[in-house]
Each structure stands twice: as C-alpha cells, then as structure tokens.
C-alpha cells in the first residue's frame, strides 16, 4: 500500500527524446513536489503545486514541464533531454498539519541520459 | 533567496561515539526544520523534526536542537551503531509557501 509511488523507477534513453515520469500519491495531501537528486547527492527543488496549481517553480530549463491533472497527481514531462538531465528525480507529498509538514518521498525514478 | 547550509559533508565516526550535524538557515520566516535520511539506493526518510516554538526535541538517541536567533540546527545522535550510516539531509520550510528547502547532505560513516 504505498503511499507515493513513481514510475518508472529506472529510465535509459537517448539525448534529444522527450520522456514522463509519472507519481501518484494516496495520503489525500494537497502540495506535491518534484525533486531532482544529482551525482553529489544535492537535492534542489524543481517544482511545487499546492491543489493542483502550480506554486513554484525553480529555475529549471523550460524543457521540463510538470502536470497535475488532480491532486493526487502530479507527472514530470522532459522534452530533448540532455547529458544533464542524468539524475534521481524524486516525486513527494506533504500537508500542513499543525504539527509536522512531512514530506513523503517515492521511490525514486534514475533517468540515464545516452 | 533561501538557502541551508550544511555541515559537514561527510563524518566517520566509531561506533558508540557521538556524531553532529550542522545547519544554517537564510530565511528568518522558516518554521519548520526537519531532518532526513537516505540510505544507499533508497527514498530520503524522516527521522525528526521540530518547529520554531520549540528550542529542542528528543527521541531516543537523536535529538535536534534549534537556535532562531543564529538561525543555526542541529542533529545529534547518541551511542552511534553501524546502521547509522547513510546520507543524513536538513530542510527549513516556510509555512506559507510549501517550499521545502534541503542542505546539502552529510555522509555519515559509522566503523565498527
């Protein structure tokens, strides 16, 4: 019964195609988040949406795209992906609850760029 | 805009000993700091957490302790064992602006 789930967990691809990852999340939390995990470890932030609107967006290259067709929703379009875009991307869900806003990772998807 | 700073990047320690992890923060508005850890291969994980209305926080052998006016945190772990080893992560978060924002990691090393 996983709470966030993305998919797929491994990605290989060539530079220049455009790819998804997609994560669904089942705690009924409004925000949602897309992480990216480089090859230091850094986790920067990319994205964030708070009920299916999006509420920041980092400085990340046009070339992504997210989408969050509800709230429990929230996918990763990458369009002519680059060498760079090597990494873990990681999908999350918190809520504000007055006592914590723990943030509940998926498993995490490796996109290897070739 | 908002950054966490994290030290150190990497800790060895022998099993037993104490181990500390420190962080600073920029936004004087965060509220919320927890801290995470990602095993190898693994999602990062929260271990504990607390809020700015509270100076420290226990729980078993971790403990955080916060310093608002210096905007600096900390994680402590006690009697350190070999399955402390992992990748330990801070966060500072704003409560209006779902943004949460990591440090940059600490690599902890824990040697028979």
């Known amino acids: 019964d996983t709470a966030v789930s993305q998919t797929p967990k491994y990605l290989v691809t060539q530079m220049g195609n455009d790819k998804s990852i997609k994560c669904e999340q089942n705690l009924g939390h409004d925000t949602m988040y897309w992480y990216k995990q480089d090859s230091k470890k850094f986790l920067k932030i990319m994205f964030s949406?708070?009920?299916?609107?999006?509420?920041i967006n980092e400085t990340v290259p046009n070339r992504f795209s997210p989408k969050s067709p509800d709230k429990a929703h929230l996918n990763l379009h990458i369009n002519s992906l680059e060498l760079g875009d090597s990494a873990v991307y990681f999908c999350a869900s918190s809520q504000e609850t007055g006592f914590s806003t723990e943030a509940f990772f998926g498993q995490g998807t490796r996109l290897t760029v070739v | 805009g908002e950054n966490v700073e994290q030290h150190p990047s990497t800790l060895s320690v022998q099993e037993g000993d104490s181990a500390v992890i420190k962080c600073t923060y920029s936004?004087?508005?965060?509220?919320?700091f927890p801290w995470y850890k990602q095993e190898l291969g693994k999602r990062p994980q929260l271990i504990i957490d607390?809020?700015?209305?509270?100076g420290e926080k226990k729980d078993q052998r971790i403990a955080v302790t916060l310093n608002k006016t210096a905007k600096h945190f900390s994680l402590h772990i006690t009697e350190t064992q070999p399955e402390d080893s992992a990748v330990y992560f801070c966060a500072a978060n704003r409560r209006d602006t779902d943004k949460l924002i990591f440090g940059t990691g600490t690599r902890l090393q824990v040697f028979p």
């Open positions: 949406y708070n009920n299916k609107e999006l509420i």
């Open positions: 936004d004087s508005a965060s509220n919320y």
């Open positions: 607390i809020r700015s209305n509270v």
